[in-house]
């Protein structure tokens, strides 16, 4: 391993509970691990075995129950909200089972759309937004609204959009699992290639046995924890 690889996020103890109908389901039960940068982790479980809830907390994007969530040593849950958006725009991208694209904006304007909101001088966006879009082969769809793509289509706006702040991790859930296998190979080539010129470490739900078998962390979830595995299986 290499001597500068440092912990980017380390997750203690966390805990996630939700609260329905008037009774408690505990989904995340003591759930510890650490990415370093440059990891490249992938998560395996049963449906509704918490992997989304999972990186939703460590996303930041949800509130444990209880447990620590640290970025490079800093309790995220301990800044305020306006802290806190700004960090996870600066620093995690996310591409979600269902991809969240704004449907009034163009392809381009929704790549664009986090570093705008990070203060990124708009032709430095612009340029970052179409340079990420013809990576994911969509050279010809840049004013294309969501509504106007395919699923993959849409996707792949997704994946560019996550990585458009250059952020150093990646939470992705199931990111080519609406895409045909040539598209899938080329986004995760895409992927591959981030992680080795930027270090960005990559945390991903994935049923990809092509995926997966490339990674170099491989962990699955089951009664609310994480366990890790030496190898993934087909
Ligand atoms: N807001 C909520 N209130 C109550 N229960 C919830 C809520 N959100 C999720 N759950 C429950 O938590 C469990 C875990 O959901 P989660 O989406 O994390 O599963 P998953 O492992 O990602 O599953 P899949 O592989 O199907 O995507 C599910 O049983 C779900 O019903
Ligand atoms: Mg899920």
Sequence with gaps: MNDDRKPVLEIQ????????????????????FTVNSGDLVS?????????STLLHVAGTLDKPTSGRVL????????????????????????VFQFHHLLPEFTALENVML??????IDFSLARERAESLLLEVGLKERLTHRPGELSGG?????????????????????????????????GVHELLFR???????????????????KRMTRHVVMRDGQM???????D
Excluded at 14 to 31: A, N
Excluded at 227 to 233: D, K, L, R, Y
Aim: hydrophobic letters at 40%.
């Design 13 to 32: 103890d966390l805990h996630k509970t939700y609260y329905h109908m008037g009774k408690d389901v505990s989904i995340l039960r003591g759930v510890n």
């Design 114 to 119: 986090p570093a705008l909101i990070g203060r």
């Design 43 to 51: 998560i395996v479980g049963k449906s509704g075995v918490g992997k």
């Design 71 to 94: 970025y490079e040593g800093q309790d995220v849950f301990a800044m305020s909200e306006k802290e806190l958006a700004s960090f996870r725009n600066a620093q995690l991208g996310f």
């Design 227 to 233: 366990f890790t595995q030496s190898e993934v299986s």
């Design 194 to 212: 981030l992680n080795t010129e930027r270090q960005l470490a990559f945390v991903i739900v994935t049923h990809s046995f092509a995926l997966a």
């Design 153 to 185: 289509e849409q996707q792949r706006v997704a994946i560019a959009r996550s990585l458009v702040m250059e952020p150093r991790l990646i939470f992705a859930d199931e990111p080519t699992g609406n895409l045909d296998e040539r598209t899938s190979d």
